[in-house]
Each structure stands twice: as structure tokens, then as C-alpha cells.
């Protein structure tokens, strides 16, 4: 498209934007909008709840909505713990309701996992590409399909077909002499590709990001609790049916959807990839019938993708750090916002059936959800977050679960787990005990024993936590949340607990040692700045005195300019723009950024020193830029009057006239 076709279009999208402002909320409903997207974000349990309830044709807006919006900043970790807690009361809630173990929970719930394109990139894009790059090898190992292949090319040749009567059944064609030669080198080649894919992600395991790692934890725990008489195998198996049907998987199939590769790959490139993700989906999915060389290193890469932390003591802290701020905003569409709305009347008899619960006094003070709007006018709109009432937010982990029945036990074990773990950090004399019980009964009594210590500690802080488990465990004994072996599966999560974390003890020593150098180093350097003082003071004493020093010639309105500290400019924060504004505006007249991740891209313009631009192209959910370019207002105004329009990002176009605008509006003021 020519620019001033670009040009055209964009105003007049500008001009139907402009005359559709009735569609904006008014003032007070924009208040109450940003009250209700910060309780939907503070409160997970609202989301994991409407999740269940919302038909499948609803379940593909809602979560991009939740993951790309509600929770897209998740380079900040409270955002990132909030969707991953709300990610935990979904799991409990679908092994609350999954009939058997064997039974595969993520076969039923697609897309709870986020994307790291980074991760990726590093770990399998290498491998992706070496597929692609030999775009004649054929991989297919269908018996039909390599039977009508070598049919077709008898005929091609004008060569007799006798031996290969059409209408053949699967079973046939396999037995076929011929298609028996052709598979045998195709599936030690497919095995051989898929082996390189596996070892890669097995040695990348650290690389793994802590999301992925922490719903895999879930998983786990989740069916060693549920299903005691779960075998290891099948434990994995759901891990694994996770972490490769729905993060691995997808992106070795489509790799051009997650920016791997440029161009989508030719047909046999495709289909080996298929074929690949379909070994490691076999793997994953029936580690009992899988050869052992493959098991053998990925059962225990399964079990160590569990081992990390937990992360409620930091969220907690965080949940109360967002009541203080007063700049958490939300760039929302308005189909987004009027959605998300409607699904919560619809469903608002479910989510707060008690008037006095604050999202129900919230989503009557909004009344009916407006229609949604025209693709055309589907604006971006910025939303203040704060909360409308003064008492702290629920964001312990038993108010997370508040009015689920489903998962409310979970919640108090996954607390009472994270209780316990801080008791016997605090407690050295707990920690020299070896907690490694042989029966349910003896970690029962070691569990019971803990909270002792702490209730009768002198310690007021443990005393209080030490009444506080001893009611959970308590109260999970008498409703069956642990049943059969589960006092020994919480003690034996304490333990993994206690063992990532490390010494509390071991890690204050390190941080002192740390600071000591600190200290020592700021001392050293203390003491070179007194004597470069020292060096300096005689040469003032003869200032004072009125005597000459050295040859300069100075004004009295450059000494004074001289004696005034000079002033640090103030560098202003990133501005951020949605792809979807700035191709509505002009700026962006090419992309050729995938449809289905647009939505995710956000561009970022800082202005480090006047004149000077620095334009980022970013990925919610990924770390690093894609595009990172320093920018001269010289330089764009050199190529606005050479007519150099267009200003090649590589994945995008920027229109140079309009960016200027862009530059002028935002920058210079």
C-alpha cells in the first residue's frame, strides 16, 4: 500500500473514531470501571470463577482479555503472582470436578499457560530451524500416504502401477514391501530429530520460565493430594501433557505464530514438525509404553521442573503496596471493557450473590453492560485502577478463596504448607530435626509438633502463626482435605520447600558478608575523597585570601553562573501506544507482525535527552524488546525533506511524518 493511501485511510479512521465518541463512558462510569478491572485484578477468584462458567465460544475472549490485558504487565511480579494464583484456583477447582486421575485436565483447559517467546527463542527456535532449512527431506510416515506417494510417482514416470491397486485400507499399505522400506529411514530420522528436541529442552531446564514451572508444581501437588494412589508415571504424564500440549507443542507447530521464524514453513518442514511434536506429546502423555532411553532422562526433568518456590509472602506484600500507588492504569479496548461486563451481570448470581459483597455493589452501580461496538470504533481507553472502599483488599490466601467452595481446603494447604516453612526457617532448633516421616501418622505428629513450638514460642509473630496452623491442620484433618497419606505429601512439599529455599541462617551470613564489603568499599572511597579534599583546601585558603591562583580570566556574571549547581534535566517515563492506536493514527502503515499478536504489541518512545528518541517494540510477556532503535530528530527531519516517507523497522513500517507528530505531541511541549 503507498503511503498516501496509508495516509488517507488513517484519517479516515480518525474521522469515523471522532464521531463515534458516544460510545466512550461517561466520567463517573470510567471511575467505576477502574474500580472493578483493580478488584477483577486483586481478586482472582472472581476470573477463576467466571472461567468455569462461561460457554467454550466465551472462554477465548475471556482469557485473552485476562492475560493480555487484566494481567499484561507481567514483566511486574505482583501481576505476574496474581494471574498465576488465579491460574491455581482454576486447577483445584478442574481436579475438583476431573472423574479420574488419568484423566487429562489440560486437554480441558486450553491456553492457561503464558508464553515465554523468549524461552522459546533461546531453547527451540535452533532446532525449528534446522527442520525448515532442508525443505525436500519428506518425513511422512503414513503407510497410505507414502503408498499414494510412490503410486503417483510410477504414474508421473508412465511407469506400471499394478503392483499398487487404488483403494487400499491403512493396514495394507503398511505391509507393502515398498512402503516398508520408505518408513524405516523416515522414522530413524524423525527419532533422531525428535531426540535433539528433547535433549535441548531437558538441557535448558533452568531456562524454563518460573510460571511454567510453578503450574507443573501445581499439577503435582494437586494430584498426589486428590489421587493418593497415583503412580509416579502417571503423575508425569500430567505434567508433561501440560508443559508440551500447551507450551512447547504449539509453538514447534505453528512456529511463525510465535515470531521464531519469518515465513510459515513449506509443506514437508510442516509436517515434520507436526510429527515431532506428536513424538513428544506420545512421550509426555504415555511415559509407560515410551522407549527407556527417552525416559530415562525425562522423568526426572519432569519431577525437577516442580522444584521452585512459592511466592505468598512477597504477593501479600505487594497486594498492599498497590493500595499506595495512585498510577496504576490499564489501557482496555472498549469491546474488552463492555465483555467483560456483560459476563459479569450475566453470571453475577454465581460470582456475588450477596448484595454487600463489593463486586456486586460495583456491578450495580454500572447497571446493564452497554453493546459492543464497531470493529471500527473499538478505541483504546485508559483506565485509573484504584480501590473505591478504605479497608485493605483481601490478599491472604484463605480471602482468595473466599465463596469457592471448590477450593477453599486447597487454599488453606497451600497456606498451611507456607506457614509451616516459615516457622521452621525461624526456628533453628526445628530445622536441625531431619522431617522425613515413614507414615501419615508420623508426619502428622511432626506437623503437630512444629506448630507447637511456634504457639509456645516468646515469639508473638510465631505464636500467632503457630495457633493459626495448628486450626488449619485441624480443620483439614476433620473435612478429609488430608486424606489417606496426606499429613506425609505435605510434609514431603515442606521438605522440597525447605531445601530450594536453603538456610535462613546461611543466607543473613552471606547478605552480611556483602554488605561488610559494601561498607569497606565505601570507606576506601570515603577516605580518597578526604584527601583529594585535603589536596584542594590550601589553593581555596588562597582564594579566600585574595590571592591570584594560576591564570583565568572570569566575569562576575560567569562566576556567579559558576557557583550555581547545575540542574539535571528530568528524563520522562516511556510512553507506551498499542500497535492497533498507531496504525489507527497513521504511524504504523506496514506490519508484518502475525494477526493473532498484534493485540500483544506495544511500542514504547522515551526521549533520553532533548532531540535524541529512543522507539522499542514490545511483546507483553517478553523481557527483551523486539525492536530497539535510537532516533535523531535531525536525522527524520533529514529524511522528511529528502521525501523519504517510510522508515523500515523491519517488522514495521513508520510513517516519518507522522512519528514526527507523534514526537512533537508527546515530547515537545
Known sequence: MAVDEVKELSSH???????????????????????????LQTEPRHIATLARLVTLSE???????????????????????????????????????????????????AGVANDDDAYLKN???????????????????????????????????????????????????????????ALRPRIAELTQIAGRFLDTIIGNKDATPYGIRWICKQIRSLTRRRYPEATDSAVCSLIGGFFFLRFINPAIVTPQAYMLIETAPTAHPRRALTLVAKVLQSLANKPTYAKEQYMAGLTPFLNELCEVGDFYDSMEMDQYVALTKHDITL????????????LLRQHQHVLAPSGGAHLRQLLDALGSAPALVPRSANASLELRLFSRWETPILSDLSALAADNALTQHDIMYVEAKSILVQIIRSMPALQARRYTPESNTAARADLLFVAEQAATSRDAALVRKGIKVREMLGELSATGALQADGHRYLAEEIVRELAHLGSLRDKVEAEIVGLQDVLRTIGDYNGYLQQQLGDTAAPKSQRKNGMPVGVTVATPAQSSRQRRAPERSKVMAPIRFALAQLERDGVV??????????HAMVFALSS??????????????????????????????????????????????????????????????
Not at 334 to 339: A, P
Not at 589 to 598: A, T
Open 13 to 39: 479512521l480518525e474521522d469515523v473514531g471522532q464521531g463515534n465518541s458516544d460510545y466512550y463512558p461517561s466520567s463517573e462510569q470510567s471511575q467505576l470501571y477502574g474500580n472493578l478491572f483493580f478488584l
Open 59 to 109: 472462554i477465548d475472549t475471556l482469557l485473552q482479555t485476562v492475560m493480555f490485558t487484566l494481567y499484561g504487565n507481567q514483566y511486574e511480579s505482583r501481576e505476574e503472582h496474581l494471574l498465576l494464583t488465579m491460574f491455581q484456583l482454576v486447577l483445584a477447582a478442574q481436579f475438583e470436578t476431573t472423574t479420574g486421575v488419568c484423566e487429562s485436565f489440560a486437554a480441558k483447559h
Open 123 to 181: 531453547v527451540i527456535s535452533s532446532e525449528i530451524n534446522r527442520v525448515i532449512e532442508d525443505a525436500e527431506q519428506n518425513l511422512e510416515i503414513n503407510p497410505l500416504k507414502i503408498y499414494e506417494e510412490i503410486r503417483q510417482g510410477l504414474e508421473d514416470r508412465g511407469l506400471a502401477t499394478d503392483e499398487f491397486p487404488p483403494g487400499v485400507s491403512t493396514e495394507e499399505a503398511g505391509q507393502h514391501p515398498k512402503v516398508v522400506e
Open 331 to 342: 489501557h482496555v479496548t472498549l469491546n474488552e471493557l463492555y465483555n467483560t461486563h456483560a
Open 589 to 598: 502503515c506496514d506490519s508484518k507482525i502475525p494477526e493473532n499478536r498484534r
Open 608 to 669: 533520553p535527552q532533548p532531540a535524541a528518541y529512543v522507539i522499542e517494540l514490545l511483546l507483553k510477556g517478553r523481557e527483551k524488546p523486539i525492536i530497539h532503535m535510537d532516533l535523531n530528530l535531525d536525522d527524520l527531519l533529514e529524511r522528511q525533506h529528502a521525501n523519504i516517507a517510510v522508515l523500515d523497522l523491519e517488522y514495521v513500517h513508520l510513517s516519518v511524518p507522522r512519528l514526527l507528530d507523534l514526537l512533537k505531541k508527546s515530547f515537545m511541549r
